[in-house]
């Protein structure tokens, strides 16, 4: 069986490869320090029939550099939404995934709402970790709505120097964390967690405290208006099936319009090949 799985729901998505740009939206995030596109990538290589040799690639960061996607690269209201990444580290510090998070308290009211970290390690205030070293990380905040900080920690960790899938998810008044696409921890808000478009987002580093630099490889960040969806091999979800005689992987000649790139996500468990479809 050949399925093609799409993301209806994809705002934002950093592959890696060539440059910093976001492959949906067009949003080019800065890099400064000790960050590149060198990194050998998690995502990217297999399916890609374009000819080109700089597929496959990632953000390398050295632990002292960081993206900024600006506003630009930010997503706002209180809707469903995902945050997700391939991530590759050996670090036990508390190190920053991707965050939309206020830089200053001038700028963005007292730079406490509308947030979102997907991260490794502590929280944004706890260097100890208190246990949590290596452990993904997802949170929200909003103060205004009277929405304390809630949290979840993945119960695996995926500082073992192996690729790993994270991803945080927020559905409803519930946020959850999954870890190589399996839920490893959920929670409730208090109310409604309202999302503030006018803060900026970063890659690899909480700039607005300059800390919790990312040392290692990130690769495939997405931010999906809607819960539900995912990159991961085995997912049904948003895909139909064709026959394999009248598709051609990697050309334009396709009945289902296989387009731009097509990534290939065997599951070694299952006869299905899933093909995610960009567009």
């Known amino acids: 069986t050949l399925s093609v799985v799409a993301d209806p729901c994809l705002t934002l998505h950093w592959d890696g490869n060539i440059n910093y740009t976001d492959r949906k939206s067009n949003v ?3 890099p400064t320090g000790g960050v590149s596109t060198l990194g050998l990538g998690r995502v990217g290589g297999i399916g890609t029939f374009d000819g080109l040799s700089n597929r496959n690639k990632s953000f390398s960061f050295d632990g002292t550099g960081y993206l900024d996607a600006t506003i630009a690269g930010s997503v706002a209201g209180d809707g469903d939404f995902s945050v997700s990444a391939w991530v590759q580290t ?3 510090m508390p190190m920053v995934v991707i965050n939309q998070r206020g830089p200053d308290v001038v700028n963005f009211g007292d ?5 979102y970290y997907l991260k490794i390690g502590g929280n944004q205030y706890d260097v100890a970790q208190n246990g949590n070293a290596g452990k993904a990380y997802f949170f929200m905040y909003d103060e205004f709505n009277n929405v304390a900080e809630v949290g979840v920690f993945s119960t695996s960790l995926v500082n073992d120097g192996n690729w790993h899938h994270i991803k945080g998810e927020r559905t409803g008044t519930t946020i959850k964390m ?7 921890a959920t929670d409730n808000t208090d109310g409604t967690v309202m999302l503030d478009g006018a803060i900026p987002t970063f890659i690899g ?4 405290d300059q800390a919790a630099y990312f040392n290692g490889l990130i690769d495939d960040i997405r931010v999906s208006m809607c819960a539900g969806t995912s990159n991961r091999s085995g997912s049904t979800t948003n895909s139909r099936s064709v026959t394999p005689s009248t598709t051609k992987i990697g050309t334009s000649s396709t009945t289902e319009s296989i387009a731009r790139e097509t990534k290939l996500y065997p599951n070694p468990s299952s006869s299905v090949i899933r093909i995610q479809l960009e567009t």
Request: aromatic share 18%; net charge negative; proline share 0%.
């Open 90 to 92: 050996t670090s036990n």
């Open 111 to 115: 730079g406490f709402y509308g947030e």
């Open 205 to 208: 580093a909480d700039f607005r």
């Open 178 to 184: 999954y870890v190589d696409g399996v839920l490893e």
């Open 28 to 30: 080019t995030a800065t």
